[in-house]
């Protein structure tokens, strides 16, 4: 679990470190909402895995139905936070949802990687 977590949070400061670079050396428009967006992915990620390695313990049966749930609740989470993001500021639009995107498969990928090789012991 300690393994995930540091991983995850360096993962989510390398994105913060590119997206701040990129925005700094001008190759793009820093997006309005990157804190909030790479807070929110990193948060939904830590509490589906923390819930999912319980339920894992405890009802391994029903692991694979609850996790097609969870990414199901955080792409909605998701498409509702872009949706309100998008509508605060559709003209920066572009840089926050790329960094949305990103930020959701680059955790998403960390999550399922972590969560197979735990199923592998």
Same mark, same amino acid.
């Given at each position: 679990?300690?393994?995930?977590?540091?991983? *995850?949070?360096?993962?989510?400061?390398?994105?913060?470190?590119?997206?701040?670079?990129?925005?700094?050396?001008?190759?793009?428009?820093?997006?309005?909402?990157?804190?909030?967006?790479?807070?929110?992915?990193?948060?939904?990620?830590?509490?589906?895995?923390?819930?999912?390695?319980?339920?894992?313990?405890?009802?391994? +049966?029903?692991?694979?139905?609850?996790?097609?749930?969870?990414?199901?609740?955080?792409?909605?989470?998701?498409?509702?936070?872009?949706?309100?993001? *998008?509508?605060?500021?559709?003209?920066?639009?572009?840089?926050? *949802?790329?960094?949305?995107?990103?930020?959701?498969?680059?955790?998403?990928?960390? +999550? *399922?990687?972590?969560?197979?090789?735990?199923?592998?012991?």
């Amino acid at each position: 679990m300690i393994r995930f977590i540091i991983s *995850v949070f360096t993962a989510t400061l390398l994105l913060a470190l590119l997206t701040w670079m990129g925005a700094y050396q001008g190759k793009w428009i820093l997006p309005t909402y990157w804190k909030e967006i790479l807070f929110f992915v990193l948060f939904i990620t830590l509490v589906i895995y923390y819930n999912l390695n319980k339920l894992r313990s405890k009802q391994p +049966e029903a692991f694979t139905q609850f996790y097609l749930l969870s990414i199901a609740l955080k792409m909605v989470g998701g498409l509702t936070l872009i949706f309100f993001i *998008v509508w605060d500021d559709p003209s920066s639009s572009t840089g926050n *949802v790329t960094l949305f995107i990103l930020s959701y498969l680059f955790l998403t990928f960390l +999550e *399922v990687f972590f969560l197979l090789k735990r199923s592998d012991k």
